[in-house]
């Protein structure tokens, strides 16, 4: 049985659930307390595995809301109209800002080296 699956697990909690009332009433008969009975190991770890269980179950139960929140939004984005992307020239957008800082920076150390090597 894969444990990730629902129909796994609420064929798990049912099993559980009709194993606790297979003890609870065993108990009964037998005339024990209800106090005993609370107390009873094998009642104790029936009441543990269904309480995994129904954790166990929320959580498939979330994580399928979540799935299905995320396929409408996917389907909403596929049938909004796509927008168009404008592309911008690599030539413009230097001609519109003249030359950039590293490169004035850089012609201005050439020219700083050019200047003593010339009076040399």
């Keep these: 049985m894969a444990s990730k699956d629902k129909t796994a697990r609420l064929s798990q909690k049912a099993l559980y659930e009709k194993q606790l009332n297979v003890r609870i009433s065993s108990l009964k008969e037998k005339g024990i307390a209800s106090a005993s009975i609370a107390k009873d190991t094998t009642v104790r770890s029936l009441r543990a595995m269904l309480r995994e269980t129904e954790e166990r ?3 498939i ?9 995320m396929a409408r939004i996917k389907a909403e984005k596929l049938a909004a109209p796509k927008k ?10 230097e001609e519109d ?3 950039s800082k590293r ?7 050439k020219s700083e080296k050019s200047k003593p090597s010339a009076d040399s």
């Design 57 to 59: 179950l929320s959580v």
């Design 61 to 69: 139960a979330a994580l399928e809301a979540k799935n299905e929140e």
């Design 84 to 93: 168009e992307k404008v592309k911008k020239k690599a030539g413009a957008a």
């Design 97 to 99: 800002q003249g030359e």
């Design 103 to 109: 490169k004035q920076k850089k012609a201005a150390k």
